[in-house]
């Protein structure tokens, strides 16, 4: 069975999005700059231009999309327009919120809806087999973590500061002591890719 891993682009002083995030906002005030590494925030013709990056940075973002599963809370999915019901290659998609999802949400049969961490993340380990589990948002790493079935996370920490916004690991209880250890480190172009196992 594959890993979940937390997957999240992070600034040198701890944000994954920037101040006055809003749904039309999602990563807040700059925080397309953190996914500069991916091509997100590159203009071309006044046209934003993402895509497979080159390099260390392509090579992560291969990773990324063998993924078999995806788990994300409401705030991830949201302002994404929920992906279109699609994240990558038809993968299912689990979301994980407390409050009532659009009715539109049901056209989209790649997406279940669920309100407990332990049980979008079993699901999502069952239905991608011995592929990994990306998991995205704040919320799902505080909730995942306090559950107890977070295995890794990846950072692409990313050389800049925000000053303000959402931090990473916000809201998450700290009663628990939280250890890591590295995985691996690898050194991309905009980017430092910091992977840990999650010590139980």
């Known amino acids: 069975m594959g890993k979940s891993v937390l997957d999240m682009s992070v600034s040198l002083d701890g944000f994954v999005a920037g101040p006055n995030e809003t749904p039309e906002n999602g990563l807040g005030d700059n925080g397309l700059r953190l996914h500069r590494w991916i ?3 590159e203009e071309a013709d006044g046209e934003v231009v ?14 990324l999309m063998t993924s078999g599963a995806v ?14 019901g699609d994240h990558h290659d038809g993968v299912p998609i689990f979301i994980l919120t407390r409050s009532r999802t659009p009715e539109s ?8 809806v669920l309100d ?9 380990k069952e239905a991608a087999g011995d592929r990994d589990v990306l998991v ?14 977070l295995d890794e996370v990846q950072l692409h920490l990313v050389p800049i500061l925000l000053g303000d916004g959402r931090r990473l690991f916000e809201g998450i209880d ?10 691996d480190v690898r050194e991309g172009r905009g980017a430092t890719h910091l992977r840990y196992r999650v010590v139980r």
């Open 39 to 41: 091509g997100f925030g």
């Open 50 to 63: 993402p895509g497979r990056p080159e390099g260390v940075n392509g090579e992560i973002w291969d990773g």
């Open 71 to 84: 788990v994300a809370g409401r705030g991830t999915v949201e302002p994404a327009g929920w992906w279109d």
């Open 105 to 112: 949400v049901e056209q989209w049969p790649l997406i279940t």
């Open 116 to 124: 407990d961490a332990g049980e979008a993340i079993g699901r999502a």
């Open 136 to 149: 995205h948002g704040v919320g799902c790493a505080a909730a995942a973590l306090e559950a107890g079935v």
């Open 174 to 183: 700290l009663e628990r002591l939280h250890e890591f250890e590295v995985a």
